[in-house]
């Protein structure tokens, strides 16, 4: 891969990504905008809100793939010569489809907080491994406490830590800092509120005190 052929895979990836599907499902649909609930945030999770399960799920998928397709074709594209390039290139390369989400140009850079396209490139980087184990670490985080910021970024050091030793490589090492940076800075404003546990564990704890 040469360098002009990775500026094209970053810029085919970021345009991928900041394609804003939660918009575009409520205009093809008549549905209500997702920015009009909750945060305001273009992403499944108010899409799913705004116009109900059927149209959430899709948006849902759509934004996942938004990471993965890129990088997956990225992928096939370089093949086995990936451990011969420039890993601080390849790390840009497959970040680049999470900014597209988090700043849009089709929304005045505005955007999403990139969590449905960060799945979508760490499914890919660890050929499918990241589907089941995110469904297993955000089901737990949920089932414990209630704050999202948390329940994400406690998914995203999993990864971090699970993945990272498994499939080695200086280009996911990078790319996973990067990833939970952003993610920490598009939820900054949500850690304020700290853990807020669930109430089966609240009467647990004070059953135990």
């Known amino acids: 891969m040469t360098l002009s ?28 905008d997702a920015r009009s609930v909750g945060d305001g945030n273009p992403g499944a999770a108010n899409a799913w809100i705004a116009s109900g399960w059927k149209i959430g799920l899709t948006v849902l998928v759509l934004d996942v793939s ?10 096939m594209f370089i093949g086995t ?3 011969h390039l420039d890993y601080l ?5 497959w970040i680049a489809p999470v900014v597209g989400h988090a700043w849009s140009p089709f929304l005045k850079f505005n955007g999403g907080k990139a969590l449905a396209s960060s799945w979508g490139v760490w499914i890919a980087l660890t050929f ?5 184990v995110g469904l297993i670490l955000l089901g737990l985080a949920h089932l414990i406490q209630s704050n999202h910021a948390i329940t994400v970024t406690l998914c995203l050091v999993g990864f971090i830590l699970l993945f990272v030793p498994i499939f080695g490589g ?3 090492f990078i790319f996973s ?3 939970l940076g952003l993610v920490l800075f598009k939820h900054r404003s949500e850690y304020r509120n700290g853990i807020v546990f669930r109430g089966w564990i609240r009467k647990l704890t004070g ?3």
Do not use: E
């Not at 094209?8 to 409520?26: D, E, F, N, R």
């Not at 938004?66 to 992928?75: F, T």
């Not at 290139?89 to 390369?93: H, I, M, N, S």
């Not at 499918?128 to 089941?132: D, N, R, T, V």
């Open 5 to 32: 052929q990775a500026f094209i895979c970053i810029a085919a990836g970021y345009v991928c990504g900041s394609v804003p599907w939660s918009v575009l499902a409520a205009k093809l649909f008549r549905s209500d």
């Open 66 to 75: 938004k990471g993965l397709i890129p990088v997956i074709v990225c992928l």
């Open 81 to 83: 010569t990936r451990v």
């Open 89 to 93: 290139l390849l790390a840009v390369v």
């Open 128 to 132: 499918g491994a990241a589907f089941p």
């Open 170 to 172: 200086k280009d996911l």
């Open 177 to 179: 800092i990067l990833n």
């Open 207 to 209: 059953k135990l005190g």
